[in-house]
């Protein structure tokens, strides 16, 4: 059973929902993957700050300049100096250069970002932190949870809570893809819900059932029912409104319990 918290921006009170429901899976079966990598805070919202487990990710391509005439022209992220070496954080490893000039170019891995691994108590958390200046990728993601589907098979654990990648790029899709339900969290700004509306067609591109949870209500209750309405007629489940709380947001480990009192998690608990 896979459940991905997904949202359609950053900030929406995404990790907030998955750290609470986090709390109501059975702890011996459970494994939590925060695929959130820009900004993994899974960890932090539960009280952990050290890892048990730290590793390099070497996935991320770049171009190498080997000699020969530069020509910095041929880049289109401008990544290629006036002397012909590449600028690493503009690099986007497309290969044109290489392609044009391989006897002064060639690709390379660098590190990338840090896989990190926790426990939070018997229940194992992977994550990675991306290096400054990357980018989020699917392939980062994809590559945690294959990390995470290797620990849950040797620990015999068959549930996945997934923390996603917020927006609707490709970690999103990655974090998605294979999930048996999704927790959509609208913010209930005036943004919040074109942002979310954004993510329903990668569910149903990928036949994810999702229920959805309105974040932050009382900010504008009048905004509510028109928001409920919209996110049923898409497809959705209302399971839960829960209103602004500066005390969830600066509260760490996170009072799941405030939170939970404001989500109907029977379903969820009867799928699992
Ligand atoms: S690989 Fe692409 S982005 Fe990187 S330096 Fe070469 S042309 Fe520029």
Redesign the pocket.
Known sequence: MIITVVSGKGGAGKTSVAAALAHILPRERTILIDADVDTPNLALALGLNTPIGREDWVGT???EYVGGEPDPK???????NEDGT?NEL?????????KKYPNS?R?KNIKGAEILEYRWGNVPLITAELEPGRSGSGRIVTDIRTRADRIAEEENRDIQLIDAAAGRGCPVIASIRGADLAVLVVDNTPTGASDAEAVVPALKHFNVPFYFVVNRYDLAPERVDELTEKFKKAGGKHIGSVPYDSEILETYPLPAKRILQHINVEEILQMI
């Open positions: 391509v770049v171009a041929i880049c289109p992220f401008g990544a290629i590449v503009l690099c986007e490893g497309c290969g044109v250069c290489v170019y690709l």
